[in-house]
């Protein structure tokens, strides 16, 4: 891709323990053009982590590599900040210290001590956390910690965002909450992001692209489909949206047809597969693939 921001290109990945190879990645290409919000879908153990850790910088490729914005990653950087899936504050500051802590370490040289503070409150505003400034993390709710994370990953000002499953520790109705947060954020922002996911609904809701992951070993990108809905999004009016559910049914497609584990039937189990009508009515209910 002619304007491609971040470019993954030709990523192989092995782990080798103890005189045993693990063939993880094979082939992985991906180009982002900027501003775009990609997902990375596929059963669990596929390697979606291993990509995202080597865009990240936390890993580097047996072979191929990867080129943010004419430059090779080959180590961790301000320009990729990444929010995982738990929260990782620092549990003796505070919520405004604990972004106090990256900003002040990216920016003191360029902003003064005035400037930092403002741009602290600033990003913990973005994420409705003005309210708990002085707060512990031991003092919020899970949410919330995921708030602050967002909002430190943020202040960094950075060219790419990683979110490795931020959501998947978090009940149902504060997971939608920060979804919305961050369909608003990155629309105002208009952000570079890459975003892990087991949950096909997200996946779609969130993204201009989802990049569906063969099974491992070897694991490599099968399908990238587009996502063709204008934004801004609305959840409840997208709930009966053809486009949504056509994207939607294409992923589930992929992943429980086109990549189906084979696993022998637990008893019991064969009555249901021979009630075809039973066994698709059951398929959109799989949309989430935890672990």
Known sequence: MANAYLSISRVD????RGGAVNPVLKGINLD??????ISLIGHSGCGKSTVLNIVAGLLQATSGGVILDGRE??????????VFQNHSL?????????VALAVDKIFRGSRTAAERRD?????????????????????ISGGMKQRVGIARALAMEPKVLLLDEPFGALDALTRARLQDEVIRIQAGLGNTVLMITHD????????????MMTNGPSA?????????????????????????NHCRQEI?????????????????????????????????AAASMGE
């Open 119 to 139: 741009w602290v409150l600033h990003n913990l505003a973005m994420v409705n956390m003005s309210h708990a400034l002085d707060r512990l993390p031991s003092e």
């Open 252 to 284: 589930l497609a992929f992943l429980y047809e086109k990549q189906r584990k084979v696993e022998p039937i637990a008893p019991g189990r064969a009555a249901t597969a021979a009630w075809p009508g039973r066994a698709r009515a059951a398929a959109p």
């Open 200 to 211: 096909v609904d997200e996946a779609v809701l969130l993204s201009d692209r989802v990049v």
């Open 13 to 16: 990945m092995t782990f080798s």
């Open 220 to 244: 490599t990108i099968g399908q990238i489909m587009q996502v063709p809905l204008a934004r801004p999004r609305n959840r409840i009016e997208l709930a009966e949206d053809r486009v949504y």
């Open 32 to 37: 982002v053009p900027r501003g775009e919000f």
């Open 90 to 98: 620092l549990p003796w500051l505070t919520v405004r210290e604990n």
């Open 73 to 82: 990653v080959n180590a961790p950087g301000p320009d990729r900040a990444v």
